[in-house]
Structure formats: structure tokens, C-alpha cells
């Protein structure tokens, strides 16, 4: 039988969605499952964009620009001018989601072998990611104790080699919920100049800041213009994950000349997908104001339930809507496919994505893992009662 290759057998699979099997198998068994392993919002989708996608008028559903529509972009442009983010619709090439947008960047910009250093843990498809480009990513642990603050500067620097070609943030942080101070953006900014690297920036989450926080852009990071590659996505933002739309922006011309290339490779980005983001960039502001004020709710529920379990900790996220939590088990990926396969309460399970794929080293995330407060606030209760009964007879419990 003919093999495939070596990248097909290393890509790992994702620890959000490996479980789905088991999933589906229990609700087939009639258990309703709270999904807490993934960043799916129950939050409506704005209806504008929806009616919009609805009305469209058109008669052929054609070839977009490989770089995006053109109003599209321009109208995309002042979303971000309205955030202080000084661009224009050429900085701009619309993806097939975030996840393109990710593979543009590592694509465009390291050479195979060459390393990216990312704070662990991190958003577990950044491996696939890596891969796919021959990339190699290089960790600077954060912890829990902390609320995954942002490791020391010096920690960085340590681990910049002749192959280092970019650092790289998510802010706020998947899966931790951390988000990055302005002092601390400055930091790794001077970092990035002093050894010519490049300061990729994950910024899909830019409206969930909680506790009056404010995002900070590494797009404003003065002098780093060449530097600066953001990754963005209408997914979280406007609940639409289904949309399948993102961007990559940078001022860097070299670079977006590179990703263009790549981008009319693959044709264009979804025709429907842009009709929708389009018309959702004029959701009134209120929409995410209520948004923000539920999901700071879930935020408190989920976080002061999780830590009222015995044995259990997670630290208050800042942002986006995550959290990652430390359990007395002996298995992370055990105990979630044992939370589906063989325990129920009432009917009830709960699921949740173990945290080893989140850490360049599967054990570092051995007793942890990532939680989501997408569901409503009924759900989260029931959830988090799911996973405390489990916790009780797990057999892998270690203390």
C-alpha cells in the first residue's frame, strides 16, 4: 500500500476537536453533552449580516478577488481606522478564515527549519500550522500561578538562535485568556527590532477585554512597520465562525506581495462569506456591548464554580473567552474521552479539550485543560456540577 508523507503521518490532531467521536457516540446514547472544548458562541449572529447575506443580489455566484473584494477591504479598513489601527485596504488580503490568514504568515516568512518562539501554552492549530510550512515553533513557558502572564523578557532572548525568524502573540490569549499590556507589546517590540524578526499577532479576540482593560495593536507599535504581521478573523467577533472569513494585514510590501502570491494560488476567498462580513461591519455598538456584559457574566460563573471543586484551579481570564483549568487527574486525554465514553450525571456529561495539545511537550498539559465560556449560564452551571460528580469517581483521580 503507498504511504503518505512524512508531514501527513506528523500533523497532530486537534485537541478541540479529537474527541468529536466520542461525542457524537453519547449523544447517539441520548447523554446531552456540554460542549466547554470549544470556542463556539451560542451568542446570536447579528441579524443585518445575515439578512444582507439573504438579499443578495446576484445572478452567478462568481470568482472573488484573490485579495478580497475591494469594498470589502476598503469598508474593512476604517474597522480597523475606528480601532486606531492607521491602515488602508492595501494593507489588506482577505482569507479563508484566520487559519489561512496563519498559514500565509508562517508560509511567507520562515524558510523550512527556520523558528518561531511562542509563550506556552498555546493555540493548539499553531502546530498544524508549523508543519505545513516546515516551520519549527520554540516555547517560553508561562503558568498557571500566574494567570500565564507574560514570561520574562530574558526568557525570550535565550531562545533566539541563527534560526529564529519571528516571534508570535495571541491577544488576548487562546487558550488562556491573558491579554498583553502595552508595556509588555513594547517589550517584545524592541525585541523584534533588535534581531530583525518578525512580530506576527493573533487578534481575533480584540473585543472581549473584561474589567475595563483596553486591547493594545502591535499594528501601533512605532518602527516596526516591516515587522508586523496580524492575523484576524470575523469568526468570535460577530459569532460567525461559519463565515470562514479573515485577513492578514502588514505594511510590509515584500511580505504581502509574497502572501498575494499565495492567496491567487488558491484562487479567492468565499463569496458568500464576504457578503455577510461585509454588512457586519455595521453592527451597532451596542450589539458588542451586550455581548461583552454576557460574556463577562459566564466569565464569573464559570471561573468561581470551577475553583469552588475541589482540587481544582483556574486563574480569572482577562480576555477573549477561555480559561484553562488544573485538575487532581492523572490524564488529561483520558479523562475527557472518559467523560464521554463511560459517565454520566442524570444524563449529563461535559467536554472539554485536553490540554496536552496545547504545550510543545504533552505533559506539561497532562492535568490541565482548556475551558470555554460560550454556553449560557444554565449550561455552564450544569456543566461545571457535570465535572465536579466526575471528579469524584474518576478512577485516574490523584489526590
Known sequence: MPQIS???KSLPASAIRKLVPYADAAKERGIKVHHLNIGQPDILTPKGAIEAMKNANMS?????????????????AGYYQKHHIDITEHDIIVTNGGSEALQFAFSACLNPGEEVIIPEPYYTNYNSFAIQSDAVIKTIPSY???????????????????????????????????????????????LAK????????????????????????VMNLKGLEQNVVLVDSVSKRYSACGAR??????????????????????????????????????????YFTDVLAEYDKRRHVLVEAINAIPGCFCPMPK???????????????????????????????????PATGFY??????????????????????AAAKCLEAALKVYPGRTK
Open 6 to 8: 512524512k508531514k501527513g
Open 60 to 76: 452567478i455566484v462568481e470568482y472573488t478577488n484573490s485579495a478580497g473584494n475591494l469594498s470589502y477591504r476598503k469598508k474593512l
Open 144 to 190: 498557571i500561578e500566574d494567570g500565564f502572564a507574560l514570561p520574562p523578557i530574558e526568557e525570550f532572548e535565550k531562545a533566539i538562535t541563527p534560526k529564529t525568524r519571528a516571534i508570535m502573540v495571541c491577544n488576548p490569549n487562546n487558550p488562556t485568556g491573558y491579554l498583553y499590556s502595552q508595556e509588555e507589546l513594547n517589550v517584545l517590540g524592541q
Open 194 to 217: 533588535k534581531y530583525d524578526l518578525y512580530l506576527f499577532a493573533d487578534e481575533v479576540y480584540r473585543e472581549f477585554c473584561y474589567d475595563g482593560a483596553e486591547h493594545n495593536s
Open 245 to 286: 472569513v479573515g485577513c492578514i494585514i502588514s505594511k510590509n510590501k515584500e511580505l504581502m506581495d509574497a502572501a498575494m502570491r499565495m492567496a491567487q494560488a488558491r484562487l479567492c476567498p468565499p463569496f458568500f462569506g464576504q457578503i455577510f462580513s461585509e454588512a457586519a461591519i455595521d453592527t451597532p455598538d451596542s
Open 319 to 353: 480576555g477573549a473567552f477561555y480559561t484553562m483549568i488544573q485538575m487532581p487527574i492523572d490524564d488529561s486525554d483520558k479523562f475527557c474521552q472518559w467523560l464521554l465514553e463511560d459517565f454520566n450525571l442524570n444524563g449529563e456529561t461535559v467536554m472539554l479539550a
Open 360 to 381: 510543545s511537550e504533552p505533559e506539561k498539559g497532562r492535568t490541565q485543560a482548556r475551558i470555554t465560556y460560550c454556553l449560557k449560564i444554565e449550561d455552564i452551571k
